[in-house]
C-alpha cells in the first residue's frame, strides 16, 4: 500500500454527543493532504485520535499498514492549533526536552536542533527563555520543535496563525520541502488559498461526517460545470451579443477587461464541447481570452457544506 | 518508563530551581532559628528588668516577710502612710503593696490589695502572694502554737518516676516535648501537603495556559504526564524537607555543644539512667533535659513515618488537586473546588491537636486510620508510640485510597486538560468520568 495513514470507520461520541461519524481517509504518501470543515465539524477529535490523545469509540488507525500503537507517536510531529511552550523555560532546554520525549537521544536531538536554528538563523536564542520572544519568534520554534525528529507523518493544525506574511512563506516553503523530502502531511486549514496552492488531497468534514474526498484535481473535475470564459473583441457589439444568445446559455462574466469588448461566461450543454464554441465565435469575432472555469476550492467547500446541511 | 523519567526530572528541576523554593528551604529554619533566640533575647530582656514594690504594713507583723528576689525590689513605706505612699508610688514604683491592720489573721489573708499603674504581672502577683502565704502560714503555726518540727515532719515531696514497661524513662517534660514534636511534624506534613498539591495544581494550570499541553500529550500519554509532575514534586519536597533536617541537626547540634551537653550526647547509647536522675534533680538543667528527651523520642520513626505519610497523604492530594488544575483554565476558578479538598486537611488538623492530649483514645485512632486524614493525625501520634498493627493498617488504607485517588484523578485530567473556555460544573466532570 502507498497509504502512509489509513483511517477505518472511526467514531467517536463525548456523552450523547457524535464527535466523528463513522469517518475513513487515507493519506498517501509523500503527499499533501488538507483535512477541511467548519468550525466543530470533527477536525480536531479526528487529529487527535491519530495522536492517540484519545482514542477512538469504534474504527481503527493504521500507520504504515500497522494497527497504531503508542511507539508509533516518534514517527508523528504535531502541530496543534491550540499551541505554547512553556514560557519561563529556556528555548534550548525546551526543545531538547520535548525531542527527547518523541525518543530520540539528548546527542541526537542536539544535532538535529542545530541545524534547524542555523537554519533559521536563531541560533542566538538557544539561552532565551520564550517568555522573552515575540508570538512570531516563538512560533518559529514551535514549528522546529513539531519536525525536529523527522517524522513521516506530519499534522499541521492552522500552521500559518500567528505568522506575519514574510515567515508564514518561510513555513511555506519548509513544509513543501519536507513533503519533497518524503514526508507526508496533513494540513488543516481555514485558509483556503493555501489549500489550493499546497494540497494533492483533500479531504471535507462537516457535522461529523466525512462529504468528500480524494485528489484535490479530480474534485475540481469533478465540481466544474462545463463553464468557459470568454473575452471577445468586436465592432459590433449588439449584434454579435444577441447571435451569440440565440445559440448559448451565456451571461455577462463578473470579470472585465480592458482588452475586449465583451466577457462573457458560457455555460456548455450536453453533447457541447468547446470546439464548437471556438468554432462559432472565431467566424464573428476575435478571441482574446478563453479559459475554462475551475470552482475553487472555496467555492467547492462551500457548495458542499450548503448541500449538506 | 523513560519519558516517565524525563517529565520527573523537569518538573523537579522547574521547581527547584524557581527562586521562591530556594528562599524557603534556606531561609525558613534561619527564620524559625531567628524566631527563638528573639524569644529568648525577649525574655532575658524583661528578666533584667527590676521591679519596685512599695508596701505599707500597717500590722506591723509582714516587715520581714519581703526579701528582694530576682528583678522584684521591695521598700517599706509603712511609715509614710496609705495616701502618701500612694502618691510616691504612682510616680516612682511598680506597686503598692496594702496590709490593713487587723486582730484575725483569717481575716487579714482576704484584705490585702496590691495598687499599680498598669495590670500587673502574674508572675509578681504570685510571687508576692507565696510571700504573704508562708508568712501567714508561719504566723497562724505560733498563734495556735503548733510544734515546728513535728510539721516539717510531716511535710513530704513525691517524685513519680514515671516509666514504660519496655524501662525507657518518660517524664513530664518528655510528654509535652513529644506533644510539640508531634504537633510539628503534623503540621509540617499538612503545610507540605498543600503547599506542594497547590503546587502541582499550578503546574497543571500553567500547561494548560501556556497552551503547551496539546504538544506534550502528543508525544505521552496524559497519565505519564500527571504521574511525572506529582512524583517530581514530590521529590522537590522531600528534598526540601530532608534539607530542613539536616540543618536543624546541624543547628541542635550546635546547641548541644554550646550548652555542654556534649557528651552526653555522645554516649547516649549507655545514657545512664543515674544521670537523668541527676538532671531531673537539679532544676537548673531544664535546657539539658529538653535536649535529652529530643534525643530519646523516636526519632528515626519519625522521619521515616513522615517521608511515607508525606507520600502517601500528598499523592492523595495532589491528584486531587491535578484533577482540579485540569478542570479549570485558570488559578481563580478553582476557588469551589478547593474547599471540599481542605476541609479533610483542616479538620485533621483540629483533631490532631486534641489528639495529642489523648493520643491512644477511639477518636484518635479512628481518624488515624481514615486515609484523608490519616497522614496528619498518625503523623502527631507517632511520638507517644503507636502499635504496629495500627500503623501497618493505616499504611495499607492510605496505599489503596491513593492508588483509587490516582485513577479517579487520572480520568478527570486526561478529559480536563483538553477543555477550555467554561468552567465545569460537577455534574460535568462527573460524565468526563465515562468519557
Same mark, same amino acid.
Given at each position: 500500500?502507498?497509504?502512509?495513514?489509513?483511517?477505518?470507520?472511526?467514531?467517536?461520541?463525548?456523552?450523547?454527543?457524535?464527535?466523528?461519524?463513522?469517518?475513513?481517509?487515507?493519506?498517501?504518501?509523500?503527499?499533501?493532504?488538507?483535512?477541511?470543515?467548519?468550525?466543530?465539524?470533527?477536525?480536531?477529535?479526528?487529529?487527535?485520535?491519530?495522536?492517540?490523545?484519545?482514542?477512538?469509540?469504534?474504527?481503527?488507525?493504521?500507520?504504515?499498514?500497522?494497527?497504531?500503537?503508542?511507539?508509533?507517536?516518534?514517527?508523528?510531529?504535531?502541530?496543534?492549533?491550540?499551541?505554547?511552550?512553556?514560557?519561563?523555560?529556556?528555548?534550548?532546554?525546551?526543545?531538547?526536552?520535548?525531542?527527547?520525549?518523541?525518543?530520540?537521544?539528548?546527542?541526537?536531538?542536539?544535532?538535529?536542533?542545530?541545524?534547524?536554528?542555523?537554519?533559521?538563523?536563531?541560533?542566538?536564542?538557544?539561552?532565551?527563555?520564550?517568555?522573552?520572544?515575540?508570538?512570531?519568534?516563538?512560533?518559529?520554534?514551535?514549528?522546529?520543535?513539531?519536525?525536529?525528529?523527522?517524522?513521516?507523518?506530519?499534522?499541521?493544525?492552522?500552521?500559518?496563525?500567528?505568522?506575519?506574511?514574510?515567515?508564514?512563506?518561510?513555513?511555506?516553503?519548509?513544509?513543501?520541502?519536507?513533503?519533497?523530502?518524503?514526508?507526508?502531511?496533513?494540513?488543516?486549514?481555514?485558509?483556503?488559498?493555501?489549500?489550493?496552492?499546497?494540497?494533492?488531497?483533500?479531504?471535507?468534514?462537516?457535522?461529523?461526517?466525512?462529504?468528500?474526498?480524494?485528489?484535490?484535481?479530480?474534485?475540481?473535475?469533478?465540481?466544474?460545470?462545463?463553464?468557459?470564459?470568454?473575452?471577445?473583441?468586436?465592432?459590433?457589439?449588439?449584434?454579435?451579443?444577441?447571435?451569440?444568445?440565440?445559440?448559448?446559455?451565456?451571461?455577462?462574466?463578473?470579470?472585465?477587461?480592458?482588452?475586449?469588448?465583451?466577457?462573457?461566461?458560457?455555460?456548455?450543454?450536453?453533447?457541447?464541447?468547446?470546439?464548437?464554441?471556438?468554432?462559432?465565435?472565431?467566424?464573428?469575432?476575435?478571441?482574446?481570452?478563453?479559459?475554462?472555469?475551475?470552482?475553487?476550492?472555496?467555492?467547492?467547500?462551500?457548495?458542499?457544506?450548503?448541500?449538506?446541511? | 518508563?523513560?519519558?516517565?523519567?524525563?517529565?520527573?526530572?523537569?518538573?523537579?528541576?522547574?521547581?527547584?530551581?524557581?527562586?521562591?523554593?530556594?528562599?524557603?528551604?534556606?531561609?525558613?529554619?534561619?527564620?524559625?532559628?531567628?524566631?527563638?533566640?528573639?524569644?529568648?533575647?525577649?525574655?532575658?530582656?524583661?528578666?533584667?528588668?527590676?521591679?519596685?514594690?512599695?508596701?505599707?504594713?500597717?500590722?506591723?507583723?509582714?516587715?520581714?516577710?519581703?526579701?528582694?528576689?530576682?528583678?522584684?525590689?521591695?521598700?517599706?513605706?509603712?511609715?509614710?502612710?496609705?495616701?502618701?505612699?500612694?502618691?510616691?508610688?504612682?510616680?516612682?514604683?511598680?506597686?503598692?503593696?496594702?496590709?490593713?491592720?487587723?486582730?484575725?489573721?483569717?481575716?487579714?489573708?482576704?484584705?490585702?490589695?496590691?495598687?499599680?499603674?498598669?495590670?500587673?504581672?502574674?508572675?509578681?502577683?504570685?510571687?508576692?502572694?507565696?510571700?504573704?502565704?508562708?508568712?501567714?502560714?508561719?504566723?497562724?503555726?505560733?498563734?495556735?502554737?503548733?510544734?515546728?518540727?513535728?510539721?516539717?515532719?510531716?511535710?513530704?515531696? @513525691?517524685?513519680?518516676?514515671?516509666?514504660?514497661?519496655?524501662?525507657?524513662?518518660?517524664?513530664?517534660?518528655?510528654?509535652?516535648?513529644?506533644?510539640?514534636?508531634?504537633?510539628?511534624?503534623?503540621?509540617?506534613?499538612?503545610?507540605?501537603?498543600?503547599?506542594?498539591?497547590?503546587?502541582?495544581?499550578?503546574?497543571?494550570?500553567?500547561?494548560?495556559?501556556?497552551?503547551?499541553?496539546?504538544?506534550?500529550?502528543?508525544?505521552?500519554?496524559?497519565?505519564?504526564?500527571?504521574?511525572?509532575?506529582?512524583?517530581?514534586?514530590?521529590?522537590?519536597?522531600?528534598?526540601?524537607?530532608?534539607?530542613?533536617? @539536616?540543618?536543624?541537626?546541624?543547628?541542635?547540634?550546635?546547641?548541644?555543644?554550646?550548652?555542654?551537653?556534649?557528651?552526653?550526647?555522645?554516649?547516649?547509647?549507655?545514657?545512664?539512667?543515674?544521670? @537523668?536522675?541527676?538532671?531531673?534533680?537539679?532544676?537548673?538543667?531544664?535546657?539539658?533535659?529538653?535536649?535529652?528527651?529530643?534525643?530519646?523520642?523516636?526519632?528515626?520513626?519519625?522521619?521515616?513515618?513522615?517521608?511515607?505519610?508525606?507520600?502517601?497523604?500528598?499523592?492523595?492530594?495532589?491528584?486531587?488537586?491535578?484533577?482540579?488544575?485540569?478542570?479549570?483554565?485558570?488559578?481563580?476558578?478553582?476557588?469551589?473546588?478547593?474547599?471540599?479538598?481542605?476541609?479533610?486537611?483542616?479538620?485533621?488538623?483540629?483533631?490532631?491537636?486534641?489528639?495529642?492530649?489523648?493520643?491512644?483514645?477511639?477518636?484518635?485512632?479512628?481518624?488515624?486510620?481514615?486515609?484523608?486524614?490519616?497522614?496528619?493525625?498518625?503523623?502527631?501520634?507517632?511520638?507517644?508510640?503507636?502499635?504496629?498493627?495500627?500503623?501497618?493498617?493505616?499504611?495499607?488504607?492510605?496505599?489503596?485510597?491513593?492508588?483509587?485517588?490516582?485513577?479517579?484523578?487520572?480520568?478527570?485530567?486526561?478529559?480536563?486538560?483538553?477543555?477550555?473556555?467554561?468552567?465545569?460544573?460537577?455534574?460535568?466532570?462527573?460524565?468526563?468520568?465515562?468519557?
Amino acid at each position: 500500500m502507498n497509504n502512509v495513514l489509513r483511517v477505518e470507520n472511526v467514531s467517536k461520541n463525548y456523552g450523547s454527543f457524535t464527535a466523528l461519524n463513522n469517518v475513513s481517509i487515507s493519506v498517501p504518501k509523500g503527499s499533501i493532504f488538507g483535512l477541511l470543515g467548519p468550525n466543530g465539524a470533527g477536525k480536531t477529535s479526528l487529529i487527535r485520535i491519530i495522536n492517540q490523545i484519545t482514542l477512538p469509540d469504534s474504527g481503527t488507525v493504521y500507520l504504515d499498514d500497522e494497527i497504531l500503537q503508542p511507539h508509533h507517536i516518534q514517527y508523528i510531529g504535531y502541530l496543534p492549533e491550540e499551541r505554547g511552550l512553556y514560557k519561563s523555560m529556556k528555548v534550548g532546554e525546551q526543545a531538547l526536552y520535548l525531542a527527547q520525549l518523541k525518543g530520540m537521544s539528548k546527542d541526537e536531538a542536539k544535532k538535529k536542533l542545530k541545524y534547524w536554528f542555523e537554519k533559521f538563523e536563531i541560533t542566538d536564542w538557544w539561552n532565551k527563555k520564550i517568555q522573552e520572544l515575540s508570538k512570531g519568534m516563538a512560533q518559529k520554534v514551535q514549528f522546529i520543535v513539531t519536525v525536529m525528529h523527522s517524522p513521516k507523518l506530519l499534522i499541521f493544525d492552522e500552521p500559518f496563525s500567528g505568522f506575519d506574511p514574510i515567515n508564514a512563506n518561510l513555513i511555506k516553503d519548509e513544509i513543501l520541502n519536507l513533503r519533497n523530502e518524503g514526508a507526508s502531511i496533513i494540513f488543516s486549514t481555514h485558509r483556503m488559498e493555501s489549500v489550493e496552492e499546497m494540497c494533492d488531497y483533500i479531504a471535507l468534514i462537516n457535522k461529523s461526517n466525512k462529504i468528500l474526498d480524494g485528489k484535490l484535481k479530480d474534485i475540481k473535475q469533478q465540481f466544474k460545470t462545463n463553464q468557459y470564459e470568454v473575452g471577445l473583441l468586436s465592432e459590433n457589439k449588439e449584434m454579435l451579443s444577441n447571435q451569440i444568445s440565440a445559440q448559448f446559455s451565456v451571461e455577462n462574466s463578473k470579470t472585465t477587461s480592458f482588452n475586449d469588448d465583451l466577457r462573457l461566461l458560457f455555460s456548455l450543454k450536453n453533447g457541447e464541447t468547446s470546439k464548437d464554441l471556438i468554432e462559432f465565435l472565431n467566424n464573428k469575432a476575435q478571441i482574446t481570452h478563453f479559459t475554462e472555469v475551475i470552482p475553487s476550492v472555496n467555492d467547492i467547500f462551500l457548495k458542499s457544506v450548503a448541500s449538506n446541511s | 518508563m523513560d519519558k516517565l523519567k524525563l517529565i520527573i526530572k523537569r518538573e523537579f528541576l522547574a521547581k527547584v530551581k524557581n527562586k521562591s523554593f530556594i528562599v524557603m528551604t534556606i531561609l525558613s529554619p534561619l527564620m524559625v532559628v531567628a524566631l527563638f533566640s528573639l524569644i529568648i533575647f525577649l525574655n532575658e530582656k524583661n528578666a533584667e528588668e527590676i521591679r519596685t514594690i512599695a508596701f505599707v504594713d500597717e500590722s506591723q507583723q509582714f516587715t520581714d516577710a519581703f526579701e528582694d528576689s530576682d528583678g522584684v525590689k521591695y521598700i517599706n513605706l509603712t511609715s509614710l502612710g496609705i495616701v502618701e505612699a500612694r502618691e510616691k508610688t504612682k510616680e516612682f514604683y511598680y506597686g503598692l503593696l496594702v496590709i490593713p491592720k487587723t486582730d484575725s489573721l483569717s481575716e487579714l489573708s482576704n484584705n490585702i490589695t496590691f495598687f499599680s499603674n498598669d495590670t500587673p504581672s502574674l508572675t509578681v502577683l504570685s510571687s508576692i502572694e507565696s510571700k504573704l502565704e508562708k508568712k501567714i502560714r508561719n504566723l497562724k503555726i505560733a498563734e495556735l502554737q503548733i510544734d515546728v518540727d513535728k510539721i516539717k515532719a510531716i511535710e513530704t515531696t @513525691v517524685t513519680i518516676d514515671a516509666e514504660n514497661f519496655s524501662g525507657e524513662k518518660s517524664s513530664k517534660i518528655g510528654s509535652v516535648l513529644r506533644m510539640f514534636a508531634g504537633g510539628g511534624f503534623g503540621y509540617l506534613i499538612f503545610m507540605f501537603i498543600i503547599i506542594y498539591g497547590t503546587s502541582v495544581m499550578r503546574s497543571v494550570i500553567e500547561e494548560k495556559t501556556s497552551r503547551i499541553i496539546e504538544v506534550i500529550i502528543s508525544s505521552v500519554k496524559p497519565f505519564q504526564l500527571m504521574m511525572g509532575k506529582i512524583i517530581g514534586n514530590a521529590m522537590a519536597g522531600i528534598l526540601q524537607f530532608i534539607i530542613w533536617m @539536616v540543618i536543624g541537626g546541624i543547628l541542635l547540634f550546635a546547641i548541644t555543644l554550646y550548652f555542654g551537653v556534649g557528651d552526653v550526647s555522645s554516649s547516649s547509647a549507655q545514657m545512664a539512667p543515674e544521670m @537523668v536522675q541527676q538532671m531531673q534533680n537539679s532544676s537548673n538543667n531544664d535546657l539539658q533535659l529538653i535536649l535529652l528527651e529530643i534525643k530519646n523520642l523516636p526519632i528515626l520513626t519519625m522521619f521515616f513515618s513522615f517521608i511515607i505519610y508525606f507520600l502517601g497523604g500528598y499523592l492523595i492530594y495532589s491528584s486531587i488537586y491535578a484533577a482540579i488544575g485540569a478542570a479549570v483554565d485558570s488559578e481563580t476558578d478553582t476557588q469551589q473546588f478547593m474547599m471540599p479538598v481542605l476541609m479533610p486537611l483542616v479538620i485533621a488538623i483540629y483533631v490532631g491537636f486534641s489528639v495529642i492530649e489523648n493520643p491512644h483514645g477511639p477518636i484518635a485512632l479512628a481518624f488515624s486510620l481514615f486515609p484523608l486524614t490519616s497522614p496528619i493525625v498518625m503523623l502527631m501520634r507517632i511520638p507517644f508510640g503507636v502499635p504496629w498493627w495500627q500503623l501497618i493498617t493505616s499504611i495499607s488504607l492510605l496505599i489503596v485510597t491513593f492508588i483509587g485517588m490516582v485513577w479517579f484523578a487520572a480520568k478527570i485530567y486526561r478529559v480536563g486538560i483538553l477543555m477550555y473556555g467554561k468552567k465545569p460544573s460537577y455534574k460535568e466532570i462527573y460524565k468526563w468520568l465515562k468519557y
